[in-house]
């Protein structure tokens, strides 16, 4: 038997040439993993940030329905001082009124207790009692 022979057999190699193939598929294979759950970690965390998004945006909704149903039951009491600031559980609403002959333009700013606001003018007919136009901006800048 030859010498050199029977060391690499002894050593695990059958011959010189006989290159490892064990290394870099598991280094591929390891890249692949990887990448997915890399992938798979950063869609949960956009998923994540949408629906707080989400929830931010609806409870903004729920205050200026909020605050608009109580500027709108005082405007039908046909009471001269409209509230200035309402109080809510989620934040706080402002409500500022230019008289504009018949009209009255009415702003309700909503500010969220983390800083986001959605802001509404309402142009208010006051004889015919009815809405003439709503314009809205909602701004998530916290």
Not at 16 to 32: E, H, K, Q, W
Not at 67 to 86: T, Y
Not at 127 to 142: D, H, R, T
Request: include cysteine; aromatic fraction near 12%.
């Amino acid at each position: 038997m030859n010498s050199k022979l029977g060391q690499s057999v002894i050593a695990g190699v059958r011959n010189r040439r006989d290159n490892g193939y064990i290394f870099p598929v598991t280094l591929v294979m390891s890249v692949i993993f990887s990448s997915f759950l890399l992938h798979q970690v950063e869609n949960y965390r956009l998923e994540r940030m949408f629906y707080h998004e989400s929830d931010q945006q609806f409870v903004l909704e729920i205050m200026m329905k909020y605050a608009w149903d109580i500027v709108e039951q005082q405007l039908e009491e046909e009471r001269e001082d409209i509230a200035s600031s309402i109080v809510l559980p989620g934040g706080e609403a402002t409500v500022t009124v230019k008289v504009l002959a018949e009209e009255w333009e009415i702003i309700i700013v909503c500010t969220t207790s983390i800083g986001r606001e959605y802001k509404a003018t309402i142009l208010y007919d006051i004889e015919e009692k009815k809405v003439l136009g709503w314009y809205e901006a909602i701004n998530f800048i916290s």
